[in-house]
């Protein structure tokens, strides 16, 4: 675990724990939710910089060639199973 210590405003402070909001699930779930935000953010700015580069959208034959071709990459280098493996998710 990991011990944080933050300073707020008194009657921020305040208004959080009358809020329930100091608690260590609160905060843990603040923190989560903002990280997804986040990472959806910049998801939506990777699609906007695509669009406007004007790369063609990828068929799912060729996301799914990626997919598999990016797996079967990462199992060379990892020494696990190799393509066509039961493993393998399509």
Same mark, same amino acid.
């Given at each position: ?12 402070? &305040? ?11 609160a905060i843990q779930e603040l923190l989560e ?27 799912? &034959?060729e996301l799914d060639a990626e997919i598999k ?22």
């Amino acid at each position: 675990m990991t011990r944080i210590q933050i300073e707020l405003p008194d009657a921020t402070a &305040e208004a959080a724990r009358e809020a329930g909001l100091l608690s260590n699930s609160a905060i843990q779930e603040l923190l989560e939710d903002a990280m997804r935000r986040r990472a959806g953010r910049r998801l939506l700015d990777v699609a906007t910089r695509i669009h406007n580069a004007g790369i063609p959208p990828m068929s799912m &034959e060729e996301l799914d060639a990626e997919i598999k071709a990016a797996r079967t990459e990462r199992r060379a280098h990892q020494g696990g199973p190799t393509a066509g493996d039961s493993a393998d998710r399509t």
